[in-house]
């Protein structure tokens, strides 16, 4: 395996990616993975993407179908 493994939020937080969500609508976010992997904890939530990706939700047309994928951090 070639690729780096982001199975988890705290992958994302430990190769220094932010979360970026992209929309069929053409909506992309970007999330800090790091306050989000915190929030996830507090709130004892799963920190395993593919459930963080079925719970994300566009908040421009409100469609649950996103893809999440690493992005840099902006500096
Ligand atoms: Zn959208």
Same mark, same amino acid.
């Given at each position: 395996?070639?690729?780096?493994?982001?199975?988890?939020?705290?992958?994302?937080?430990? &190769?220094?990616?932010?979360?970026?969500?992209?929309?069929?609508?053409? &909506?992309?976010?970007?999330?800090?993975?790091?306050?989000?992997?915190?929030?996830? &904890?507090?709130?004892?939530?799963?920190?395993?993407?593919?459930?963080?990706?079925?719970?994300?939700?566009?908040?421009?047309?409100?469609?649950?179908?996103?893809?999440?994928?690493?992005?840099?951090?902006?500096?």
């Amino acid at each position: 395996m070639g690729s780096k493994r982001l199975d988890k939020i705290g992958d994302y937080v430990r &190769h220094g990616f932010d979360l970026q969500v992209f929309c069929k609508c053409g &909506h992309k976010a970007k999330i800090d993975a790091a306050a989000l992997a915190d929030r996830l &904890h507090k709130q004892r939530q799963s920190p395993m993407m593919m459930f963080i990706e079925a719970k994300l939700r566009c908040s421009k047309c409100g469609r649950k179908d996103v893809t999440c994928g690493p992005g840099w951090k902006d500096s």
